[in-house]
């Protein structure tokens, strides 16, 4: 679950009308511009969660059932600082393996050097570099290709 949205979708603040997530994203990325509603003349917001706003009612609703139903958590570029997202780490079952793609080691996480680690595993660097990685040795590597080439703007 994307807990803090995504830019697939977009719509209007005001009147709520459906705007391109494709065309937002180009216009507020590329462009570095605002994307106006063609309804009534609002700012168009992609459905991307900005600091201080709530997460998405669906959040809440699956947070506890993927939680107990969850047998390997992947935590992926983040400070883990702000919550509750920081605290999903803490959450899950003792026995449940971790992993962790990111910069720097953060929360919870326990260091790989660290006698008695039996489940948290730390790959440091780039997400995107470690990711592919992954798939290389799952032999993932052309469907991932094949994802991002799906996904990418012009």
Known sequence: MECHGHF???????????????????????KEDIPIC??????VKPDIVFFG?????????LLHSDLSNCDLLIVMGTSLKVAPVSLIPEMINSHIPRVL??????????????????????????????VRKLCE???WE???????EKTKIG
């Open 8 to 30: 697939r979708s977009s719509s209007c603040i005001s009147c709520g009308i459906p705007y391109d997530g494709h065309k937002c994203k180009i216009q507020i990325i590329d």
């Open 137 to 139: 040795y799952l032999g």
């Open 53 to 61: 706003e709530s997460l998405p009612v669906r959040f809440k609703n």
């Open 101 to 130: 793609f990111n910069r720097e080691l953060v929360g919870d996480f326990v260091p790989p050097d660290v006698e008695g680690n039996y489940r948290d595993v730390f790959e440091e660097g780039d997400c995107d570099d470690s």
């Open 142 to 148: 052309n469907e991932l290709l094949e994802m991002n």
């Open 38 to 43: 063609p309804k009534c003349g609002c700012l």
